[in-house]
């Protein structure tokens, strides 16, 4: 269906339930609209509607659901959105909304799904946004958000899906949240918080990916979050972490992708890594990390990509790691390691980036290098090798 939405529309005052979404329908959202007060479902999803929300929405107090994400909607989300106090559902991401969010937006208190990512909304949310406790979905991702998290969401237990990344939030992220037992995925990357992660993010037992990057959280990894027993995806990455990685890493028996880079972590690679059986990338790069590689990552037969670079790593390289399933990157550059290169490597055949540049390394490169028909990129650069470069088309 092309075409705009009729203005004759607000003539169907009987109206329950409009359904129009996935359409190529244009132009803006009557005003007549406001007529239709028995509206329960308004569904203009995904076509190329235009113009603001006309404030006449605020007539329509029976909504329950609202969805008019995948739009060019414009302008403000208008005040009198807080009239619609059923309003369970409320759908305006990818659009081109700006301005701040009505602080009436508190009296809401029934919904339980507010999706408004990519936008360009800004300003502070309202403090209490979602104080009903019913929330479950907040969807605030990529716009221009800044102040605090609400207060209202520490309480809010129902919590299951939460997206506040790539916005300029701030504040003490330990106070922004409490013990949400529903909660399985949340994103606060890419934001401006601080202060330490409180410990009762480990009665959060239902979390699964946890993903907190480009912050400037502080303190140590509380023990707490590295025994949550369903967590598959943790990103700590370009934050301000100091201490060991904590040993109870090994219990994370389901994880599939962790990236601690870009922190300032000390001590060792725990030997315990090695129980992570499902593991299939760890980003450790750009720590203070000491030691050798323990030999134990030989169980992860899962890894695809090992990145240990820029840290104080020494040792010789374990020939244990050509026998893993590597087949994305092997990055440990600027470490301290010594030796020979294993010619154990060379097994990774579908290894596409090989970087061992900035280390101590010696002797040739194995001619058995020559089989690693999947490199894309290899640097040995800045090392003490010697002899002749192995013989094929990549070489
Ligand atoms: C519908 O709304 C329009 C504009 O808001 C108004 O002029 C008109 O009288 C209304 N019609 C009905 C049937 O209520
Ligand atoms: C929201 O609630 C406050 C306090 O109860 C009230 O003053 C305000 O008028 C309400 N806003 C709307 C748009 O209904
Ligand atoms: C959260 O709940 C506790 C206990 O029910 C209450 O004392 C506190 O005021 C609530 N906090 C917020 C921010 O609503
Ligand atoms: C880890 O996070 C950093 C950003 O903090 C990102 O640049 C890097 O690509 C991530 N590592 C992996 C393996 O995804
Ligand atoms: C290898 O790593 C070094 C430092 O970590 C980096 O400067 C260099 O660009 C990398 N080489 C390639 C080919 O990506």
Redesign the pocket.
């Known amino acids: 269906i092309n075409g705009s939405i009729p203005c004759e529309i607000g003539n169907l005052v009987n109206l329950r339930d409009v359904r129009i979404s996935n359409n190529q329908i244009t132009g803006s959202i009557p005003h007549s609209i406001g007529n239709l007060t028995k509206l329960e479902g308004f569904y203009l999803l995904n076509n190329n509607i235009n113009g603001s929300i006309p404030c006449e929405v605020g007539n329509l107090v029976n909504l329950r659901d609202l969805g008019i994400s995948d739009n060019q909607i414009t302008g403000h989300i208008p005040h009198c959105i807080g009239n619609l106090t059923k309003l369970e559902t409320f759908y305006l991401n990818n659009n081109n909304l700006n301005g701040l969010l009505p602080i009436d937006m508190a009296n809401l208190t029934n919904l339980f799904d507010l999706q408004l990512f990519n936008n360009n909304l800004y300003g502070n949310l309202p403090q209490d946004l979602a104080?009903g406790g019913l929330l479950q979905h907040l969807a605030l991702g990529n716009n221009n958000f800044h102040g605090l998290i609400p207060?209202?969401l520490?309480?809010s237990t129902k919590l299951f899906r939460v997206r506040l990344d790539r916005n300029q939030f701030t504040g003490d992220v330990s106070q922004s949240f409490g013990v949400h037992p529903h909660l399985v995925y949340i994103d606060l990357s890419f934001n401006r918080l601080s202060c330490t992660l409180s410990p009762s993010w480990g009665e959060c037992l239902n979390l699964t990916s946890f993903k907190i990057s480009g912050n400037k959280i502080s303190g140590q990894i509380p023990r707490e979050i590295v025994q949550l027993p369903k967590l598959h995806f943790l990103d700590i990455s370009s934050n301000n972490f100091v201490g060991n990685i904590p040993r109870e890493f090994g219990k994370l028996s389901y994880i599939f992708q962790l990236n601690m880079s870009n922190n300032h972590l000390t001590g060792t690679v725990p030997q315990e890594f090695g129980g992570l059986s499902l593991l299939e990338v760890l980003d450790m790069s750009s720590n203070n990390l000491r030691g050798e590689i323990p030999i134990q990552l030989e169980n992860c037969i899962k890894l695809n990509s090992l990145k240990l670079s820029g840290n104080q790593l020494s040792g010789v390289i374990p020939f244990q790691l050509g026998n893993l399933n590597l087949h994305d990157v092997i990055d440990l550059s600027h470490n301290l390691f010594i030796g020979e290169m294993p010619q154990q490597l060379s097994k990774l055949m579908e290894l596409r980036e090989l970087n061992l540049s900035h280390n101590k390394l010696v002797g040739p490169i194995p001619s058995s290098f020559q089989s690693m028909t999947g490199l894309m990129s290899l640097d040995l650069s800045y090392n003490y090798l010697e002899g002749p470069v192995p013989e094929n088309h990549f070489f």
Do not use: D
Request: no cysteine; aromatic share 0%; hydrophobic share 20%.
């Open positions: 104080k207060v209202s520490k309480n």
